[in-house]
């Protein structure tokens, strides 16, 4: 089997194993698949500009023409030097193509194959399992060990360092996709050229939706009972840009939130595993305010909170003119009902 460990596929990216010319980049992260294929052709060529020593092969025309792999894979280059192809998998069967060339030993040239998401069982990821002198590198979305990694070679490379409270909110708002994180994380570091020091600050205006960020920010006020918030908090994000509309609906949102959350309590959880249970889970910026809302409502009062807000909602469709003064009403009522805890 030469199925690569998620754990081990960068030591292989780093130093190419000459016995294995063949190489599969697949799974669910795209960016992820770029950057490790950009990889290894930096690593395979000596110069990928170069048409006598780099060729691309599209997947779906390779799948009508199953020889022309085999093919470039044993074109001498004109001027000497290493060759290598790439071939971008589509959504035909280039199973075929590959396994005329795996029969077919290779010396100077190595096939990397660019694909997707592929199960266990998609035709060119078992047979680049089982060849000997093939290799299967999965491509998953960043876990949080991995995020930090990247996130401190990032800041390490730009001359800076970055506070610890900045590190865990900004693993938080990355890891869907490598190259939208890296690009984010960069941006950041430009953010923060002629400081030291990342700090949280820092990632809440370079990285973070100021719109998300600020409707948390009046929800959480509203249903923690933080009157004296709610004002200074409705105003950030009305100034950020979310509708009195958006506000309420953020609001409508947070109750069922919330009351799921009440659900996983009574049924055994902690309130601190519950708001991690939570889908999405509970961001530990907003823990504090969360915490004190799941003790101070009860279901039967987040129904009527639910009732309430509904109304609200009606009401700014039906006066448009009226509808800030309706929504900070409304949440100001809802943090001095937090309050009364009864």
């Not at 048409?51 to 000497?80: C, K, M, W």
């Not at 280039?94 to 069982?121: H, W």
């Amino acid at each position: 089997m030469t199925a690569i460990k998620a754990a081990d596929v960068d030591r292989f990216i780093a130093r190419p194993d000459s016995n294995q010319p063949i190489v599969l980049v697949f799974g669910p992260d795209a960016g992820l698949v770029r950057e490790r294929v950009d990889a290894l052709v930096r690593a395979s060529v000596d110069d990928p500009a170069d048409p006598f020593t780099f060729v691309r092969i599209d997947g779906d025309e390779l799948a009508t023409n199953p020889s022309r792999l085999v093919e470039e894979a044993h074109t001498v280059p004109l001027f000497g030097g290493r060759r290598a192809v790439l071939v971008k998998a589509g959504s035909r069967n280039i199973a075929p193509a590959v396994d005329t060339v795996i029969a077919a030993p290779l010396t100077e040239c190595r096939i990397i194959i660019e694909a997707g998401n592929l199960g266990k069982s998609a035709p060119l990821r078992a047979l680049c399992e089982k060849a000997k002198t093939a290799a299967a590198l999965p491509c998953y979305a960043d876990n949080a060990r991995a995020l930090t990694q990247l996130i401190d070679d990032e800041v390490r490379t730009a001359g800076l360092t970055i506070e610890g409270d900045a590190r865990a909110a900004l693993i938080g708002l990355l890891g869907s996709d490598r190259l939208s994180s890296r690009n984010e994380i960069r941006k950041l570091t430009l953010y923060a050229r002629g400081k030291t020091s990342i700090e949280l600050a820092d990632v809440t205006a370079a990285v973070a939706d100021a719109s998300e960020i600020a409707l948390d920010g009046v929800v959480d006020a509203a249903f923690a009972g933080r009157t004296g918030e709610v004002d200074s908090e409705f105003s950030k994000a009305r100034a950020s840009g979310s509708s009195p509309a958006a506000i309420i609906s953020a609001a409508i949102r947070q109750v069922a939130s919330l009351h799921k959350m009440m659900l996983a309590i009574e049924g055994g959880d902690t309130v601190e595993f519950a708001m991690k249970r939570a889908a999405p889970p509970v961001h530990f910026t907003r823990e504090p305010k969360v915490g004190e809302a799941v003790r101070a409502w009860t279901p039967p009062r987040l129904l009527r909170a639910m009732d309430q807000l509904a109304e609200a909602s009606l009401d700014i469709r039906r006066n448009a003119p009226l509808a800030d003064p309706i929504a900070q009403r409304t949440l100001l009522s809802l943090a001095m009902n937090a309050r009364k805890r009864a």
